[in-house]
């Protein structure tokens, strides 16, 4: 056979079906390599987003702190006023109980210090997104939460993963034990963080170890929220609350101890920081 002739052959032979097996599978390798990558890069994209907003959360806890005396629940952090939701058109809108409402902890702050708050408060001290939405069952950056004694649901904001942010504040007391902050004014001496769950939701467990639901379910009692909830909304309207707060009764040791690493293995005190390598937390203490 001539040079002609067999170039004739070879640039006719057609592919085998082996080989299009093998271009196929090197196809389907290269396009599971770049999910995987995109996926990695955009779960780390939603961690840098929630790290970034404890921080936030933190400067307007800070500034509130500074203009009023006390640290607020959450939910206040992105109000102008103490009732932003409150028309001048109509009268008729339910207002808050700021005594009752306003300690993060569930203690009365006094009448005295609510005239302090009312008029020393220059908020919004925190922007909360309503566009923004999470890998989870977040719209945008916010959650609804029952308010404990009050039967009032309210926007809470929440992480990129679609969970309640919250406050830690613990303090030690006179005999050397660690409680919760007893009051509006009391400082927390021993541990005061704000907190994110991270992408499993639960204080606790490294992301790349599953958790098995056993473990889940009673780290979820750990939480300083419980799933679930009905109330009224501001504008005395039935809502249903994705989440509910405690009250200063529910948090117990089990709680208090969940993030501040009291008999845990492996993790040292020093090892609290915005990221906690001890777990997928997301941990800003001051």
């Known amino acids: 056979m001539n040079s002609a002739k067999r170039r004739s052959v070879l640039t006719n ?3 085998t079906l082996i080989e299009m097996f093998i271009v196929g599978a090197l196809i389907a390798l290269f396009a599971g390599i770049a999910i995987f990558n995109i996926q ?25 702190k500074m203009d009023t005396g006390v640290f607020p629940k959450l939910n206040f952090l992105n109000k102008a006023l103490y ?13 808050l109980n700021l005594r009752n409402d306003f300690d ?15 008029s020393e408060w220059s908020g919004p001290y925190y922007s909360i997104s309503h566009t923004r939405r999470g890998v989870a069952r977040a719209i945008g950056g916010i959650v609804s939460m029952l308010l404990p004694n009050t039967g009032i649901v309210t926007d809470w904001p929440a ?34 963080a704000v907190v994110s769950y991270g992408r499993n ?3 606790g467990y490294r992301p790349d170890i599953p958790i098995p639901q056993g473990d889940f379910n009673r780290l ?5 929220y419980i799933e679930g909830g009905s109330g009224t909304d501001i504008y005395a309207r039935p809502r249903a609350a994705q989440y509910t707060a405690l009250t200063a009764a529910e948090y117990n040791q089990t709680r208090l101890e969940a ?5 845990r293995t492996g993790i040292s005190e020093d090892e609290v920081g915005v990221i906690d390598p001890g777990s997928d937390d997301i941990i800003f203490e001051f």
């Open 13 to 15: 032979r057609a592919f």
């Open 40 to 64: 990695g890069q955009y779960l780390a994209n939603i961690r840098k987003i929630t790290i970034a907003e404890v921080r936030q959360i933190h400067s307007g806890l800070s500034f509130v």
């Open 83 to 95: 009732h932003p939701e409150v028309s001048m058109l109509d009268q008729n809108v339910r207002q």
């Open 104 to 118: 993060y902890m569930g203690y009365s702050i006094g009448l005295g210090l609510e005239s302090t708050i009312l």
């Open 159 to 192: 992480d990129a993963y679609g969970e309640p942010y919250v406050l830690y504040l613990i303090r030690v007391d006179r005999t050397g034990a660690l409680e919760w902050v007893r009051s509006a004014t009391d400082e927390a001496t021993y541990f005061a």
């Open 201 to 203: 939701r639960v204080p």
């Open 220 to 224: 979820k009692n750990e939480r300083l």
């Open 259 to 263: 993030l501040t690493k009291i008999g």
